[in-house]
């Protein structure tokens, strides 16, 4: 059974203060794995998809970077507006079309 | 204008009560989908549509049912509603070239049943 795990589930920064978050995954035959950001009460909005370990995409100051086993979304000097929750998914050879399993997120919070 | 909206994006209602949310999108995809999502639990798959005439049970399609109505048009009925059915609805659609994967997200309906 594929599975994803996010962590922490909960992270707080100061403006200007780099991190990363985590996505563990499991799946049998890694087909795409993807990042969202969901605003509360909102619906996930599409960031970043990676197929082979090695890929890295950017985007303003977010970078997600894959490897065999997890992925890494790295926030350089956040800003408030950064403040959301992100979504990893898996897309995985078990899974069929475009069945995504999604982990439960990470709420990142940036303090100005 | 969104290309994938949602009507309603609020309700309540009282168990036992049937309840349609409805999707449209502009997209021009053919595959669509409703999730669930709950504190906790993350998005999960309730049915999925590749095209009018395919239609699949996602992981948690009990109490559930749908209707693909055309190729923008994914409808979600409760037949009746139950209290642990309350959540946030998500429409999403994916389709396109080989090379882009992604679901596109609809803004959610949040439904609370009394």
């Known amino acids: 059974e594929d599975q994803v795990t996010q962590s922490p589930e909960a992270l707080r920064l100061q403006e200007g203060e780099s991190s990363s978050l985590n996505c563990s995954y499991t799946?049998?035959?890694?087909?795409?794995l993807f990042w969202y950001r969901q605003d509360p009460g909102k619906g996930p909005e599409f960031l970043f998809t990676?197929?082979?370990a090695g890929e890295e995409k950017e985007k303003e100051r977010l970078k997600a970077t894959l490897t065999k086993k997890e992925s890494f979304l790295h926030i350089t000097a956040p800003k408030p507006e950064d403040s959301a929750t992100y979504l990893c998914?898996?897309?995985?050879?078990?899974?069929?079309?475009?069945?995504?399993?999604f982990g439960q997120g990470t709420r990142l919070t940036i303090n100005p | 204008d969104a290309d994938v909206t949602q009507t309603p994006r609020n309700r309540i209602t009282k168990t036992g009560k049937r309840i349609m949310l409805e999707c449209s999108q502009t997209?021009?995809?053919?595959?669509m989908y409703w999730y669930r999502q709950d504190p906790g639990l993350g998005l999960r798959l309730i049915y999925y549509?590749?095209?009018?005439?395919?239609?699949n049970k996602g992981e948690i399609s009990d109490g559930y049912s749908v209707s693909r109505q055309a190729q923008a048009k994914f409808s979600l009925s409760l037949e009746s509603a139950i209290p642990n059915q309350t959540a946030l609805y998500f429409c999403?659609?994916?389709?396109?070239?080989?090379?882009?994967?992604?679901?596109?997200f609809g803004p959610g309906t949040r439904l609370t049943v009394l």
């Open positions: 999403a659609t994916s389709g396109g070239t080989r090379m882009t994967h992604e679901q596109f």
């Open positions: 799946v049998s035959g890694l087909r795409g």
């Open positions: 990676l197929y082979s």
């Open positions: 998914a898996v897309w995985g050879a078990l899974q069929g079309a475009q069945k995504l399993v």
């Open positions: 997209k021009g995809h053919d595959r």
């Open positions: 549509s590749f095209d009018v005439k395919d239609i």
